[in-house]
């Protein structure tokens, strides 16, 4: 079983940089593929960033603003979010599985953190 808990969101102007991360306690965290998900109200959960060991993913609007990476080390995944644009604004989900773009290829799931972008 995997816990996981995010950090580091809030508000920030639009143009700003967070870094939010996702602490994973539990065994065998480094044999999971880790994924950012994020949520706007009205809106479907949708992918914005995934690693594993078959590389990286990222969601079309966020290529070459966000950045995902893992220390497995240090049992944490993080999203480094730059240029944030209002419509980012949502409540970001940690989660951890097989990976994929589908919410159900996840097993795990964090509470999430809400990043809100002022305009």
């Known amino acids: 079983q995997v816990q996981l808990v995010e950090s580091g969101g809030g508000l920030v102007q639009a143009g700003g940089s967070l870094r939010l991360s996702c602490a994973a306690s539990?065994?065998?965290?480094?044999?999971?593929?880790m994924g950012w998900f994020r949520q706007a109200p009205g809106k479907e959960r949708e992918l914005v960033a995934s690693?594993?060991?078959?590389?990286?993913t990222y969601y079309a609007a966020v290529k070459g603003r966000f950045t995902i990476s893992r220390e497995n080390a240090k049992n944490t995944v993080y999203l480094q979010m730059n240029s944030l644009k209002p419509e980012d604004t949502a409540v970001y989900y940690c989660?951890?599985?097989?990976?994929?773009?589908?919410?159900?290829?996840?097993?795990?799931w964090g509470r999430g953190t809400q990043v809100t972008v002022s305009s």
């Open positions: 690693i594993s060991s078959g590389g990286l």
């Open positions: 989660a951890a599985g097989t990976v994929g773009r589908w919410p159900r290829q996840y097993d795990h």
């Open positions: 539990g065994r065998s965290f480094s044999s999971y593929g």
